[in-house]
């Protein structure tokens, strides 16, 4: 710390003029522009709002797997909630991004705020400009003090950077809830997945039985010599193909599995305490309620993420247009200071007499900067407009998402319709020809191509009962429903808090209230205590 000149006293108007200061501060705007919700092209109504099975009432869809009406899906998403690795992470950052709020908040008050103190051997040049006949060259000097320097918020840098912080913050619990949004999709997208695949190696299955069977007859009516070995070696390999699919489902139905144990943040492992056996397809309720394009705006995270995005953005060209001014500064300091030189001594230093300070105001400019600073301010507001862009941008994608899914959940209906009834045509196809062969009025190639008929049918019809769901899932997923399941919860789980809190002091940061996300106008006022 550099010496500090003698402290006499202040004079008598200081203190008028540093409240003079303070209010002048006070009083200032705040540059750069203040960020409002973007406009963004949103349709009236849905293509497919006239179909009866489609309302327009306004739904939260808050816990919309329930509509399954399935005890295993609503465990699996309760468990991925607790459990889940990818939504902890998303948890943390909440964390970090109010950790970094208190550092911009932190910024508004006294910058600096030091206590100094040193003791110190001095031993001065006898050939410099402070040697001096007789003056003591050697000597010991203590001091002891504090020192504050604060930066006025003249131009709102800091209550703008305050501002992105909080855009940050909300921006990290929008990121959450699309977090949870996708994981809540993905465990139900699993779930249907593997109850598909489940009915599918079930069909596969039941026609090796039946082509065993159809097998049967061409090997007797071979041995009694009523047809060739021709009509054997046929249902030899239409058995076969069926039976060579049966390991590829298999195969698809473990990584559907694995899959799914990743989600609930387990390593790959036995599912039994979850699936039970072998279950039915998720069925869907008879109707469904997606509201108007509109509700998106307000219901799905990556929306909400977008704009708090470019709300953080938008205060950052403020920040960058301070640095264009003058930045004002209140400095001080107060001490005592002693040196052992001549009649003084260090024990002088706690006298009255030996104080030392200074106290007054200061700015700096940052002149002939060579367009540096213009061009940052530049640069800010070409991110401000990208993130304006890419906002727009998600608002059409979410209107996309949601048409794609439900023309998707409609027509996948309409062909399990025809599916069943050729399915249901293709069985009884299939028995006519098996009872014409055993009286040899048809010959051995109907009953193959029959059963051929059969399986491709049945397996279909699975996999579109499958997609009806999934587009379901789809849907509900691109209305932006689930993430209020953490609503009253904690970003992260007891027992990571527990891990952190040991490790580093949060305070009260641990448990950050951001229920329900407000929109940047609803926001709080930026001025506000430190987190300490």
């Not at 306004?58 to 309760?78: C, G, S």
């Not at 779930?191 to 599918?200: F, G």
Request: proline share 5%; with cysteine; charged share 20%.
């Amino acid at each position: 710390m550099p010496d500090h000149p003698k402290f006499t006293g202040f004079p008598g108007n200081v203190g008028i003029m540093l409240l003079s200061f303070l209010l002048a501060a006070a009083g200032c705007a705040k540059l750069g522009p203040d960020f409002s919700t973007p406009p963004a092209d949103v349709s009236e109504t849905w293509s497919e709002a006239a179909d009866q099975r489609v309302s327009s009432d306004f739904q939260e869809h808050r816990d919309w797997w329930r509509a399954f009406n399935d005890p295993a899906l609503n465990k699996l998403v309760e468990t991925a909630y607790r459990e889940n690795l990818a939504l902890r992470l998303a948890g943390v950052r909440v964390l970090e991004a109010r950790a970094q709020l208190g550092i911009a908040t932190g910024q508004l008050y006294p910058q600096v705020q030091q206590a100094f103190g040193s003791a110190e051997k001095i031993r001065l040049s006898q050939r410099g400009s402070q040697a001096a006949p007789g003056r003591e060259s050697s000597f010991w000097q203590s001091e002891l003090g504090v020192a504050a320097s604060w930066e006025l918020d003249f131009w709102g840098r800091f209550r703008r950077a305050i501002e992105a912080a909080d855009a940050n913050f909300f921006a990290s619990v929008a990121d959450y809830d699309n977090t949870l949004v996708s994981l809540t999709g993905d465990v139900a997208n699993f779930y249907v997945l593997i109850r598909t695949l489940e009915k599918r190696l079930e069909i596969a299955r039941q026609n090796v039985e039946i082509q065993k069977e159809s097998l049967e007859i061409a090997q007797a009516r071979f041995e009694g010599g009523v047809t060739s070995q021709r009509d054997v070696e046929q249902a030899k390999t239409v058995l076969a193909g069926t039976l060579a699919t049966i390991p590829t489902l298999e195969t698809q139905l473990r990584q559907a599995k694995n899959g799914l144990s990743i989600l609930l943040g387990k390593t790959p492992q036995n599912l039994a305490e979850f699936l039970g056996g072998a279950g039915d397809i998720p069925a869907p309720p008879p109707q469904v309620a997606v509201g108007i394009p509109a509700d998106l705006l307000r219901r799905r995270p990556d929306i909400r993420l977008a704009e708090w995005q470019a709300a953080a953005q938008c205060a950052q060209i403020g920040v960058a247009k301070a640095d264009l001014y003058p930045a004002f500064s209140l400095t001080g300091a107060f001490g005592f200071q002693a040196a052992d030189l001549g009649r003084f001594s260090l024990d002088d230093m706690f006298q009255w007499r030996s104080r030392t300070g200074n106290i007054g105001p200061s700015f700096t400019w940052n002149i002939l900067n060579y367009g540096r600073l213009t061009n940052l301010v530049r640069v800010q507001d070409a991110r401000f407009q990208e993130l304006i862009i890419a906002y727009q941008n998600t608002v059409l994608r979410a209107q996309q998402e949601v048409e794609d899914f439900l023309i998707a959940f409609l027509k996948s209906q309409e062909r399990a319709a025809r599916l069943a009834e050729s399915t249901a045509a293709a069985k009884r196809s299939l028995d006519l020809a098996v009872v014409q062969y055993r009286e040899g009025i048809t010959d051995f190639t109907t009953v193959l191509t029959a059963q051929q008929s059969l399986l491709t049918e049945q397996d279909n019809l699975a996999v579109t009962l499958g997609d009806i769901s999934q587009n379901l899932v789809g849907v509900y997923r691109a209305l932006g429903g689930g993430w209020q399941l953490r609503e009253g919860q904690d970003f992260v789980p007891e027992a990571t808090k527990a891990e952190m809190a040991k490790r580093t002091y949060w305070g009260k940061l641990l448990t950050p209230a951001a229920a329900a996300l407000p929109t940047p106008a609803e926001r709080k006022t930026l001025v506000r205590p430190p987190d300490w």
